[in-house]
């Protein structure tokens, strides 16, 4: 391994909630960092506590239920030090050799930004396969160039007060880094499946704004011919027209992408991916019912019965499978 030997002039943020398990590792690995800003959400274990005694500054934030969510608000009110920012997720991981090419990066003047590739573990396992890797996330930009998308999906509850599957958009050029984070939570797959359970209420409204041709301005856009993101973007929209999502996407995970070669791991996650695909499912048919709504009106106190609500505002297609 290779170790600096004076702090990295990049601001970390890492938005946390209840994080006591993953912030100890996750603190440490990027101590190399000038400095951190941990963005709680009235963390009800040690999570301050932990974050204090590692030198981190601790601020709160308080959801309103509307845009901005956590990471956008961070990026525009805290008094970053540095023109770099490096965004963490608890489960992450920053590896000695990945903050030494930071260092070198972020001395030259090719880019705004630069996506970082993470490798993603479960029960204990490198998930190599199943499509999970290269996975690219842009987390390291000059801090006033980027903000977090909006995909319209705040008026859904129970998705949380973080971006998590939103893309940033940068002003300027994106580069690639070559050394990998890495993806490690310690918590136990009942936390996996408490997590899951809020992300099927997001992924379920973007499905029905890409369904009914929500506005895409302020996302990153669809595009077959621009990066990574782009063209996951543009699949996506002809994937939520396809029947039968849950069976195949345990195909495409496991066979096509070759996920049986992580062992039962691989098979795990492809059963579980299969059973996300399906909650999405059933909560997108819920919005579909409902004019849009997670069974209710969004203008009444009366709620609709099926017959009732309104043909116009119901997608064509149909995703329970």
């Given amino acids: 391994m290779t170790y600096l030997t004076k702090k990295v002039p990049v601001s970390v943020l890492i938005p946390a909630k209840n994080e006591e398990l993953n912030l100890p590792a996750c603190l440490e690995s990027v101590a190399q960092a000038d400095e951190i800003f941990i963005v709680d959400s009235q963390s009800e274990d040690r999570s301050s506590e932990i974050a204090e005694t590692f030198g981190a500054k601790v601020v709160q934030f308080y959801f309103n239920g509307r845009w901005p969510k956590k990471k956008n608000w ?157 063209r996951k973007r543009y699949l996506k929209k002809i994937w939520v027209k396809l029947p039968f999502k849950p069976t195949l996407r345990f195909i495409l995970f496991y066979i096509i992408r070759l996920g049986f070669l992580d062992g039962l791991p691989g098979y795990i996650y492809a059963r579980l991916l299969s059973q996300y695909e399906y909650q999405i499912g059933v909560k997108l048919y819920e919005l579909q019912k409902f004019g849009g709504q997670l069974n209710r009106t969004s203008n009444s106190s009366k709620l609709q019965t099926p017959e009732s609500a309104s043909v116009e505002k119901n997608p064509t297609a149909t995703i329970i499978n």
């Fill in 74 to 230: 961070a990026l525009e009110n805290l008094p970053f030090r540095n023109d770099w920012v490096l965004i963490v997720d608890c489960d992450e991981r920053i590896t000695s050799e990945l903050w030494t090419e930071i260092a070198q990066v972020i001395e030259t003047e090719q880019y705004e930004g630069y996506y970082l590739n993470r490798k993603v573990f479960f029960l204990g396992k490198w998930i190599r396969y199943g499509g999970k890797y290269p996975d690219w996330n842009l987390r390291l930009f000059k801090h006033q160039l980027g903000r977090y998308e909006n995909l319209s999906t705040e008026d859904i509850p129970n998705t949380g007060d973080n971006e998590v599957h939103e893309h940033v958009i940068l002003q300027g050029k994106v580069g690639y880094l070559k050394e990998d984070m890495l993806h490690i939570d310690f918590r136990d797959i009942y936390q996996w499946l408490a997590r899951h359970n809020r992300y099927s209420n997001w992924e379920a409204r973007v499905y029905y704004n890409l369904l009914t041709g929500k506005d895409e301005s302020g996302t990153i856009g669809a595009n077959l011919f621009g990066d990574a993101v782009q």
